[in-house]
């Protein structure tokens, strides 16, 4: 069955986006990050366009990565998360995966594990954000412990920043300055920035960048829109009209009556609702698009409808016309914001069955 609502991805726009990553990042390597099924845009679509334009993939797990690998994927791909006992690290191995060593029991499961080859792998350190992470302490020990062994065949060095959203954060030069100190010691390989940094950080550009978020369109800073940036959305989120109703002055739209219309109104339903990955709590005046013109969203979000305030259009609406929810205008941080959330989580909520 068919519903109203509809998403598009633009490749196009995925070019130009990388295009910016390469701006800022020079002659880093490329680890495109497409985790969450690339962020809700489809994970294999994403794969497969990818492949043979940046260095390597990275995926939360290894089970998205057996996913790529078998789909035909031979790039290099790295699994953020690494293995959480044997059989994955076997996994690993089979399927030519690069894990991410966070913990140090992966060591140690690393040296005592028969291998058919010596594996890439990565040693996380936990710089500042205290989620995923080795100590500096424990890295220097794991390195000592792996630079030697048949098991591997290179080690790479990564950390994440944990407000590189906000450049001006005082914990990101501290971070940077233990990951400086940590990387010069050991002297392989190294990635810190992921798209925030990129974007704001170029003393966090090492080897390797990890762009996420704005490979997609969406704004990785908190003080700076897409278009500011110079991105463009790969996703947009449509529907269409249904119905047009007037309303009149004190007489309230949708659920729990929360939004009570001042003047004589005409509204335009939507066929859209949080049964299709539309947020729930965007508030009265979220932009939607409907010929080209923003106009505000009223009331409660319903399951599979919205209201949408088109008392400006002079009757230039009709059923069946288009009404973007995101895109270039309205972009998907302008909603996730009315929403109070992030655009992160619409685009991967939304795209979930892409």
Not at 4 to 13: K, Q
Not at 32 to 57: Q, R, S, T, W
Not at 77 to 106: K, N
Not at 204 to 229: F, H, Q, T
Request: glycine share 6%; aromatic share 6%; with cysteine.
């Amino acid at each position: 069955m068919q519903r109203s609502a509809s998403v598009e991805i633009n490749l196009d726009a995925l070019t130009h986006n990388l295009s910016v990553v390469r701006e800022h990042a020079g002659d880093a390597n490329i680890m495109a990050v497409i985790k969450a099924n690339a962020y809700g845009h489809g994970m294999l679509k994403v794969a497969l366009y990818l492949e043979d334009k940046v260095d390597a993939l990275a995926v939360a797990c290894a089970e998205e990565a057996i996913v790529l690998r078998e789909a035909g994927i031979k790039t290099r791909i790295v699994v953020l998360q690494g293995f959480h006992h044997a059989d994955q690290l076997r996994q690993c191995d089979l399927f030519r995966l690069e894990p991410v060593c966070h913990q140090y029991w992966q060591i140690d499961l690393l040296l005592q594990t028969t291998l058919n080859q010596p594996l890439k792998i990565w040693l996380k350190a936990d710089t500042g954000m205290h989620r995923l992470g080795m100590s500096v302490e424990e890295i220097k020990q794991a390195f000592q412990k792996l630079n030697n062994s048949r098991q591997i065949e290179k080690i790479h060095l990564m950390s994440h920043f944990a407000n590189a959203d906000e450049p001006e954060n005082a914990l990101n030069q501290e971070q940077l300055k233990r990951f400086d100190d940590l990387q010069s010691s050991l002297s392989t390989e190294a990635s810190l920035a992921n798209s925030a940094a990129i974007m704001s950080m170029p003393a966090a550009i090492k080897d390797w960048v990890r762009p996420g978020v704005m490979l997609y369109g969406a704004s990785p800073l908190a003080n700076k829109s897409a278009p500011e940036l110079g991105l463009k959305p790969v996703m947009s989120l449509a529907s269409q009209v249904i119905a047009i109703t007037d309303v009149k002055a004190g007489e309230a739209v949708g659920y729990g009556s929360s939004w009570v219309s001042e003047t004589d109104s005409k509204m335009a339903v939507v066929a859209i609702g949080y049964g299709d990955g539309y947020p729930r709590h965007a508030t009265s005046g979220t932009p939607v698009n409907i010929n080209g013109r923003l106009c505000p969203l009223v009331g409660r979000v319903s399951m599979d409808m919205i209201c949408v305030d088109i008392s400006e259009m002079d009757d230039t609406v009709n059923i069946g016309d288009s009404a973007i929810l995101w895109a270039q205008k309205p972009a998907v941080d302008e909603v996730a914001h009315s929403a109070g959330t992030i655009g992160y989580e619409l685009l991967c909520h939304v795209g979930k069955d892409q």
